[in-house]
């Protein structure tokens, strides 16, 4: 009895830590496409910018970011797409939190 609890709980931590490490390991592998500037619309942009507003609606919100190899937006931010590059922003504030090369899309190994 005290084994397959033993092994119950195993099978139940085991999954999320597994996914825990792919997480981080897509994150430091995603660190290399990071950029500190970037031109868009005729404009160069820093992380700390304010993204025009345009870029906070619906049809500009990128939902498929993992399929992009992006990493996961926090609760209140997400992904979209300015020039050639790929840009997390504040859902409230619009400010730019990071920005990512569209290279990012076909990781080099």
Do not use: C
Not at 12 to 38: C, D, H, M, W
């Amino acid at each position: 009895m005290k084994y397959s609890h033993f092994l119950l709980l195993l099978l139940t931590i085991l999954p999320g830590s597994v996914y825990a490490q792919n997480e981080r390991s897509n994150n430091q592998n995603s660190e290399k496409y990071s950029v500190s500037e970037f031109m868009a619309d005729f404009t160069r942009y820093h992380p700390g910018d304010l993204a025009p507003a345009l870029y906070l609606t619906k049809p500009y919100i990128i939902t498929a970011w993992k399929v992009r190899n992006l990493p996961v937006p926090g609760a209140e931010n997400h992904w979209t797409y300015m020039g050639e590059t790929y840009v997390l922003l504040d859902n409230k504030t619009g400010r730019i939190i990071k920005a990512y090369q569209h290279d990012i899309f076909y990781p080099q190994s």
